[in-house]
């Protein structure tokens, strides 16, 4: 293998290498609860919004029968500090 082929090899290898972290640090997630009102009762149907500096939108739920509900972060979200 000749001189220029070889450092050539080199680059793309390392430039592979350097690009496979990268993809490791994509940012998502889940945020799970349950809406209750002031006596504990569950509240079935109810919209649940979320938003926070950690989130490019606000993310919007829907509990279920049983009050619970789960949001889901958009891809490309910032992680959330702390």
């Known amino acids: 293998?000749?001189?220029?082929?070889?450092?050539?090899v080199l680059?793309?290898?390392?430039?592979?290498?350097?690009?496979?972290?990268?993809r490791a640090q994509v940012?998502?997630?889940e945020i799970f609860g349950k809406a209750t009102d002031g006596t504990?009762?569950?509240l079935p149907g109810v919209t649940?919004?979320?938003?926070?500096?950690a989130l490019i939108q606000?993310?919007?739920?829907?509990?279920?029968e049983t009050g619970a509900y789960r949001a889901r972060s958009a891809?490309?979200?910032?992680a959330c500090p702390g």
Not at 48 to 53: A, D, I, P, Y
């Open 1 to 8: 293998m000749n001189g220029a082929l070889r450092r050539g």
């Open 11 to 22: 680059v793309c290898l390392l430039v592979l290498v350097a690009v496979l972290p990268a």
């Open 27 to 29: 940012s998502t997630g």
């Open 40 to 42: 504990g009762a569950v």
């Open 48 to 53: 649940v919004t979320l938003s926070g500096s």
């Open 58 to 64: 606000p993310q919007t739920a829907i509990t279920t």
């Open 75 to 78: 891809a490309g979200s910032r």
